[in-house]
């Protein structure tokens, strides 16, 4: 890290956007998981392909996870009537659940009057945070060409400059996760670029491996700007042209998981966790392919320092897979790994 890197992050703690998180979300946050809606992926698909209503409505959504212990959500709310938002905030309100969501940024002008929208929809429902992504897609896979991602960035940053403004009027938190798609130092930089105190980072615990970065160095990177989390395990595996990277429930991967909550709460007292399972196939990262480098900003110490620690930390028993079981096995399955990961926080994280 360099001197001006390390001069922003020390000075990131007296800026305004500080007080921001603890002003919308009030005390004693740190000590409670949610969970984010894409821990359910599985079941939801299976749900709409049927054409059930299930955990597509929220509000049935919100039920299930305090069923299961989960005291918060994280979910896509979209567009409500005001009926529909009285009706879900109250309900929050008397399980003591937290409420998130889960919002896309404006394309361009035209598409701001949607996301305002959804935006008022989700402050009258009670939310303080709204996560979102810059490009969606991991860069590796999206793009081919290096000038390709970079008009990507180009348009995700006009969209962000965008949505700051209407997120500001209505004193909300818009939370960038890092998705496969920015280094965390890029975040950082784009963060100090907005200076908006109502811009800040969805911190996932997992993603950024993929872009040979250092767990731990990420959580510490972003933890001054996060204004919430995504936390999940990892385990990872070696193959032949880079690595296999996998969701695994919480307690059977190879995060420092305390640290991580500790690196968190020591920069935002207040900040929230969610528990973000998604079960599926490993990924596969092709870090030793020309396509992975045509988009690449990591350095070759980079490249050795996860290859390193993927050789180190190899999976005691082959990395999970989903593929060719039943719709039903895969829902079960999917249901048991959040029950797992909860119950896992509950005893050893103090979530």
């Known amino acids: ?51 059930k209503t299930g955990l597509v409505d929220p509000l049935n959504f919100l039920e299930h996870c305090h069923n299961l212990g989960a005291v ?11 009926e529909y938002l009285a009706k879900m905030r ?8 937290d409420l998130e969501g889960t919002i896309r940024l404006p394309k361009d002008d035209a598409d701001c009057e949607r996301f305002a929208a959804e935006v008022r929809c989700a402050r009258e429902a009670g939310m303080k945070v709204l996560r979102t992504v810059l490009i969606g897609g991991r860069r590796y896979e999206q793009f081919t060409r290096g ?4 008009r990507a960035r180009v348009q995700a940053e006009k969209a962000v400059k965008l949505a700051g403004p209407i997120v500001a009027k209505h004193d909300l ?3 960038i996760e890092n998705h496969k798609d920015y280094r965390a130092g890029e975040l950082m930089d784009l963060f100090q670029r907005l200076g908006s105190r109502h811009v800040g980072a969805c911190v996932d615990t997992g993603n950024s491996i993929a872009l040979l970065e250092e767990p731990l160095e990420v959580v510490r990177t972003l933890a001054p700007r996060a204004f919430t989390v995504h936390l999940k395990d990892m385990a990872v595996a070696e193959c032949d042209d880079g690595f296999l990277l996998a969701e695994v429930p ?24 969610n528990l973000e399972m998604i079960t599926r196939d490993p990924l596969h990262v092709p870090c030793l392919s020309e396509q992975y480098w045509a988009t690449a900003t990591a350095s070759g110490r980079d490249l050795a320092h996860t290859l390193t620690m993927v050789r180190k930390h190899k999976p005691a028993q082959p990395l999970p897979r989903i593929r060719g079981r039943d719709t039903k096995d895969q829902v079960a399955i999917e249901e048991e790994n959040i029950r797992k990961s909860l119950a896992f926080a509950r005893e050893h994280l103090e979530l």
């Open 173 to 175: 938190l818009l939370a």
């Open 147 to 150: 000038e390709d991602f970079r």
């Open 1 to 51: 890290m360099n001197a001006n890197r390390r001069q922003f992050l020390a000075a990131a703690a007296s800026l305004p956007f500080v007080s921001a998180l603890a002003s919308a979300l009030g005390a004693d946050r740190g000590k409670r998981l949610g969970v984010v809606q894409y821990s359910f992926a599985l079941r939801l698909a299976a749900e709409r392909a049927a054409g």
């Open 250 to 273: 919480l307690g059977q991967g190879f995060l420092d998981l305390p640290k991580m909550i500790a690196l968190l709460r020591q920069a935002r007292p207040e900040i929230r966790f």
């Open 90 to 97: 109250k309900k929050a309100e008397a399980h003591g659940m």
């Open 72 to 82: 918060g959500v994280q979910l896509e709310l979209g567009t409500r009537s005001p």
